[in-house]
């Protein structure tokens, strides 16, 4: 793996799973000995997403540059950020990746929210993603209208030229709860993903994740995880 690579998570929606997702990759990466990071650009509300990420990656990011653009307003980050005299623009978000990805091997991104949310005057993550040319993991929360959800982004994704792409059903439920409809979702989206791989997370548990839930979940989706790496 060469040096500064990037893989950016994004998900239909918010709450899709992006950052349990990015949690399991990050530490996955560091546990194997692979030069990992991750950073969340902006984060919208409570910093619950970064201080997780944070305790899998301690001392190498300071909070502020894993996340330089804060607002404490659970909105969209473009309504999050009125009255804020910071805003992100595409250059400070690239400046940002790029103080990051020189200190390892493989950066990754965390969006917030979905591809198309705007985070400023005519700025969304599609406008970065063009710029970064990286490969794009997309995080979707297995329940109904997933299907739809999931195949807009992917299609939209393409549409903009996002070659190297994959899909992550992320269960947040028990099996017992629509266990057979998930898995219907699951193999509809194979069928319909032409040659985005599809790839499934299972539930981690009803308390809140943290990471040495991370740690011990890890050892169990090992195997999906290293597919998952392959679009790198």
Known sequence: MSRGQCLFITGTDTGAGKTILTALLLHHLR??????????????????????LQSLQRGALDDDEMNPFWYQTPAAPITAARGSRKKPTLTQLKKAIDRARK???????????????????????EELLQLLQCPVLVAANNKL????????????????????????????????QG??????????????????????IPFLGEKKVDSRQIRACEKKVKKVLV????IV
Do not use: Y
């Open 227 to 230: 597919q998952i790496l392959k």
């Open 103 to 125: 200190q390892c091997d493989l950066l990754l991104i965390e969006g917030a929210g979905g591809l198309m949310v705007p985070l400023a005057k005519g700025l969304t993550w």
């Open 31 to 52: 546990a194997s000995g692979a030069s990992a990071l991750a950073l969340k650009p902006i984060c919208a509300g409570p910093r619950t997403d970064v201080r997780l």
């Open 179 to 200: 266990g057979r409809a998930r898995q219907e979702n699951f193999n509809v989206l194979r069928e319909n993903c032409g040659k985005v791989p599809v790839f499934e």
């Open 145 to 176: 209208g997933v299907i739809n959800h999931t195949l807009l982004t992917v299609k939209r994704l393409q549409s903009i030229g996002a070659e190297r792409l994959a899909v992550c059903l992320m269960n947040q439920r028990p099996a017992r």
